[in-house]
């Protein structure tokens, strides 16, 4: 059984476009991410939840929001879509609030290509 | 402020070799540090991790690093390098008391025959 799942694992669409990636994690934890990772395979995070509250937020473009319906699901949405947000984007969990030495656990990545 | 360096973005080893790729970090706090693989067109996947009881840590696929704090670094180490080693590898850095992880650029891992 997949921990983090994503999907979907490919997307191409247009610019302008509206998308969204789904993620869920069957762990348990109480503690979901989204990282970018951009074409110089450069990884950085852009947002993170705690029992579905927003706790990082970074500096994202408020066309990507986040949505937590429960603590095993974070999905984004991703408005207006450009160019510069071709990209993979990876779906993460943790236990314990994230902190300490607990392990991220990153699902498989969603390649987000805009055309 | 926290940060990541890993030393070439590129490494090239003969199978069978030793494998070394560096990572020095920056902390104003103890660290928690780690080291993912990432293979062609797949997710991160945990090497191992250094959560401050032994400096030397022991991960999978014969992977080894060891935390020295005087030289704010945390060298993978493998002593015989695979065909199947060929990935990219990431150095990550958490500083205490914080839920994010902080990533260096990556370095690039190919191993020849």
């Known amino acids: 059984d997949t921990a983090v799942s994503q999907t979907p694992k490919y997307l191409v669409t247009q610019m302008g476009n509206d998308k969204s990636i789904k993620c869920e994690q069957n762990?348990?934890?109480?503690?979901m991410y989204w990282y970018k990772q951009d074409s110089k395979k450069f990884l950085k995070i852009m947002f993170s939840?705690?029992?579905?509250?927003?706790?990082i937020n970074e500096t994202v473009p408020n066309r990507f929001s986040p949505k937590s319906p429960d603590k095993a699901h974070l999905n984004l949405h991703i408005n207006s879509l450009e160019l510069g947000d071709s990209a993979v984007y990876f779906c993460?969990?943790?236990?314990?609030?994230?902190?300490?030495?607990?392990?991220?656990?990153f699902g498989e990545g969603s390649w987000l290509t805009v055309v | 402020a926290q940060s990541v360096t890993q030393l070439g973005s590129h490494v090239s080893v003969s199978e069978g070799a030793l494998v070394l790729l560096r990572c020095n970090y920056s902390s104003s706090v103890p660290p928690y540090l780690f080291w993912y693989v990432q293979y062609p067109n797949q997710g991160l996947q945990l090497l191992l991790k250094?959560?401050?009881?032994?400096?030397l840590v022991k991960g999978i696929n014969g992977f080894e690093a060891e935390f020295k704090k005087s030289e704010t670094s945390f060298h993978l180490t493998k002593p015989s390098a695979h065909m199947s080693d060929a990935a990219e590898y990431f150095c990550?850095?958490?500083?205490?008391?914080?839920?994010?992880?902080?990533f260096g650029a990556g370095t690039r891992l190919a191993v020849h025959p």
């Open positions: 250094y959560t401050s009881a032994a400096t």
């Open positions: 762990l348990g934890h109480d503690t």
């Open positions: 939840y705690n029992n579905k509250e927003l706790i």
């Open positions: 993460a969990s943790s236990p314990g609030g994230g902190r300490s030495g607990n392990t991220i656990y």
């Open positions: 990550a850095v958490k500083p205490g008391g914080f839920n994010n992880l902080i």
